[in-house]
């Protein structure tokens, strides 16, 4: 049968058990007395602050300046505040671990755990105007927010450092003082309720004046003086001064129970015991001096004496810590899981299973004894070996529950071990945290809810580098994150150069990592004003186009340029020209982009269709006389003043050895005058302006101004081709055919005598063009004949050049004539040319 194991800690206040679970022990300092400190801690394992309790008689030690001390949960200290900002009222810790000091003239300032001051903001309103006497720090869905009550007895309720103050309603028949409060957080909005004598007063946002509820407990008593809120704002607490605990619903509709603790000291803290299992709670722990009760719904008590005279109690979502000077623990409700496979005498299958285990290591034949107690149900109770090792803080206890997990999982088949894998993993996590150096007291649940993610960012935040890294790699998610920060860490604290180099590449060059930027390290060096380290970090960066912001931002801007030209991003180099011409010299900004011609012509290429001038005054810096040329003839272009600009651009032109270029400026400068004073000789005629020198010398042919073309021959070195070309095209079209014959005849023509044919049968003259076929070559006499339709000549022509293939080709085209004698004539001369072969 199952035995007893690991209940030492196990208590029971009926019907449920709980038990008291031994933390890390803290190792405080030996100048830190709890005694006479006021102590807060931050849930789920966080640090505490701890500052000397104005209103308890201490011996000095040291200087006598108030200190605000903030330790992790193993009493390291991790950094301290040296207090000089006036009365501190109270103090509290946000969802993100930054410490809330809340100041009697509604001044709020936030700390990171390690003393640094993040931001400050006041309550605002007529908190900042009316001193305050009290303040709360409460959780809501829209952050942490900050209650206080002035010393007129109103209360005034800031969400978020971000959002405006509320004032809540005026308390009703306010003539007797308000003993004790709470805030209480529903969804995003939050009300108060108030203890006075014997009632309680709620204070909702909207209403004019709180409500009244009296008449709570039956027994008498003189007042309430302590009010406790659950961790999910669900359950009240009450505390008389007669020592009478009334528990129920946070409306007070619903009453649990009314319980006489018999103590007539004062309570030092109340906190309900959250369960594990579910969001509920069932029970509350009041702490006392030297002495702890434990009350549940059902009235039933279980207590505890302590050695310390002070303890502070911490309110979880899984349960309540106790913090002493000599002990650091956590109260539960006992998981359903873990009573099952520990209780005595329990009958529950992961209970026999659990003892199979243990005999099966024992070899003991008990084991299958046990085993089949249990094998009906096997899934079960591994399932719920799994869930108590989760639940377990003790190592031994939980590889326990794990081999007893794996020895019953080999009797399912085809089990599914990825929960199994799962809290394996988890478990090694939370034992890591747990331990002194990390210091992080967080149970399964309080894991789950957190998400690893928040617990690593955390860690990186402690700088506890190492352990996140390893954590992340266990639980598979991305480490570049870490190591980024891990690098901006180094950045900020190494002040060698060349070492943080070094040591950034060595751990960032496993090929493994993935997703990390040298740029966004080199940005916080720069911001740290190590620009030397920035840019050596910059060059690590593969990425060109992700140096550019930072090196604009810098004022390296020839690094900027050089790298966006790197990239290849025409944008991304189009936008660092326009920034960087804004913010520097005209003289510099060419200097520089005149190095990379990419840039350079990107640069012209914007001016171009922006601004001109500013080409102007590259080229000249350059010396560029071509491109100084070419920029004068745009302009003229544009404002059509071409011809009088001429002599500048071929100017230019020159000085840039641009010969070709100079001289066609230097002719058409002539050519341009020489149309002019022409035209101005002949108004009536078409004008000559803008023509080039062929249509030019086509004109004036048409004029018969041949004296004027022939200088124009010989002034613009016309080829005697085109010229013989331009006199037989004018001819012809003017039917001039003697005149056409006669210059033919005067000198050998340079372009032949097709051209000739061509002008005249353009204009259907086929007797014409009969004269000059026969001074064509004789291998293409056929060609034009055939061209002129003068088919007879053309059979006769191929039949004496023996041209068999221009006879077929003639046969075929005759065909389509229906002239008989011709068809005959072709057939014989093909007939007699085949006879030869």
Known sequence: MPIMFNTGEWFKVRPDYYRKVELETPDWPNDLDLEYMQVVASPYGGP????????????????????????????????????????????GWSDTEDLICVLENAKVFVYDIFGKEKESYSIGGEASVIKIVEAKVFQSAAGTGVAVMTTSGRIFLKQNSNKTERKLPDIPNSNANCSCWEIVTEGRNSYCLLGREREVIKLLHGQTVGTVTANLFEKPHDRIIKISVSYNHQHLALYTNTGLLWLGSVDMRKKYCEFDTGRKDLPLQIEWIMNTHNADADAVVISYPSYLLIVNRNADRSEFSYEDSVMFLVGEMDGVRIITQSSHEMIQRLPKCVENIFAVNSQEPASYLFEAQKKFVEQSYKADEYLSMCRTNIELAVNECIEAASYEFCPVTQKKLMRTAYFGKGFILEHNPDEYLRILRILRVLNTLRNKRIAMQLTYKQFMHLNPKLIINRLVFRKNYAVAIEMAKHLKLPVSGILENWAYDKVMSDLSDGEVTRRITEKFKNPSVEGISFCNIAEKAHQAGRDALAIKLLELEPRASLHVPLLLKMGKYDRAVASATQSGDTELVTSVLLDIKKKMMLTNFYMIIREFPLALNMYKKIMMESSRSALYEIYNTEDDHKSIAEYHFYNAIDSEGVESNLSLIGSSYAKGRCTVEAELCTDTLRLLKLQRTLTAKRSDEVSLNGLSVHDT????LRRGDLKEVERMKSDYKVPDRRYWWMRILIMAERLNWLELEKFSKGKKSPIGYEPFVEVCLQQDNKDEARKYIARCPDKRKVHWYMRASLYDEAVDCAYEQRDLHSLDELATKIQLLQDQALIEKTSNSIAMLKARR
């Open 48 to 91: 505490l602050a701890v500052i000397r309790d104005t209103t308890k008689l201490v011996p000095v030690r040291g200087t006598s300046r108030p200190m605000i001390r903030i330790f992790d949960t193993s009493g390291n200290e991790t950094g301290h505040i040296l207090w000089n900002h006036g009365k501190l009222i109270s103090m």
């Open 697 to 700: 010398m086509m004109e004036l």
